[in-house]
């Protein structure tokens, strides 16, 4: 009797540890009054330089209020179900109503809506400026003085479904050969034939910084295929009001306009030729130190 009281009381001594042992460890905090969590993973989809540069601005402007910032990069399906689980904190570079329209209806009841900060999106078909066309409906016509190619970005992106799926069959561009690996793969050739003066046509977007870099011109899209207009939103987890009330609160109250983001946007890609992003950002801080602080009021 004494020996199985002993070996009761031990088992519950070994389970009160593990008990003890599983127990969650509290978030570390912010402080300073700022009860958010101190660490915040900012999720970039890959090639999507507006959302890289919103990202690292971000990131500085966070990481200077006592968080803790990590930016991770993957493709846009990663990072909605990194979302949804809440593997990721937050993402800045989703794009309503059309481009990101399919991961919405998937996730949209998993994730929450942080912010409306640019209204002035737009996906498009660029081509070089003093290309023999100006409307998407002389493509086909015209395939072979683009080597009978369209050059686009990712398989997984908005823009590739909207091109695959409506502006291809709308416009009977189906010989076409619609090329898609990354949009790093297209700014390459972007810039080949920039210097050789050939005629390219390329799926893009604004405000992408490649409009100040290259001579280019949107091609009309008389049909609508790639939609009107777009909005860039932050959306975060589910809880991240609850993890970030104070970071909520600074996020719903970004705006940041064409002249803004393209400027950022070529500070980091155009005017330097690098990855470390901090030093260079940091410097546009200073030089744009009344919006950046307007943020965080």
């Not at 330097?272 to 965080?296: F, H």
Request: net charge negative; aromatic share 10%.
């Amino acid at each position: 009797m004494k020996n199985r009281s002993l070996s009761i009381i031990a088992l519950g001594a070994v389970g009160l540890l593990a008990f003890t042992g599983c127990a969650a460890t509290p978030a570390q905090t912010v402080g300073n009054g700022n009860s958010d969590n101190k660490d915040l993973t900012i999720a970039v989809f890959n090639g999507w330089d507006e959302g890289v540069a919103a990202s690292e601005l971000w990131k500085a402007i966070l990481d200077k209020q006592g968080y803790n910032v990590e930016l991770e990069y993957a493709d846009v399906a990663a990072v909605y179900a990194g979302l949804s689980t809440g593997d990721y904190d937050v993402n800045l570079d989703v794009w309503l109503p059309n481009t990101h329209a399919t991961y919405l209806k998937q996730y949209g009841d998993k994730i929450t809506e942080l912010a409306a900060w640019n209204t002035e999106a737009k996906n498009t078909i660029a081509v070089n400026a003093d290309a023999p066309i100006n409307s998407i409906a002389e493509l086909a016509a015209n395939a072979d003085l683009f080597g009978n190619k369209i050059v686009g970005i990712e398989p997984g992106a908005g823009l590739t479904e909207a091109v695959t799926n409506k502006t291809i069959p709308t416009y009977g561009l189906e010989n076409m050969d619609y090329q898609t690996s990354s949009t790093a793969a297209m700014l390459t050739e972007l810039t080949a034939a920039a210097k050789t003066g050939e005629n390219i046509a390329v799926t893009l977007w604004e405000p992408h910084w490649a409009y100040g870099s290259f001579d280019l011109k949107n091609l009309e899209d008389p049909e609508g295929t790639l939609g009107a207009t777009e909005t860039i939103h932050a959306y975060g987890k589910k809880d991240f009001g609850t993890d970030f009330p104070q970071a909520t609160k600074w996020l719903s109250g970004y705006k940041m306009d064409l002249d803004q983001l393209y400027s950022l946007e070529t500070a980091m890609f155009v005017d330097y030729d690098g990855q470390d992003y901090g030093p260079i950002v940091a410097k546009w801080i200073a030089d744009n130190q009344g919006y950046v602080d307007s943020l965080t009021k």
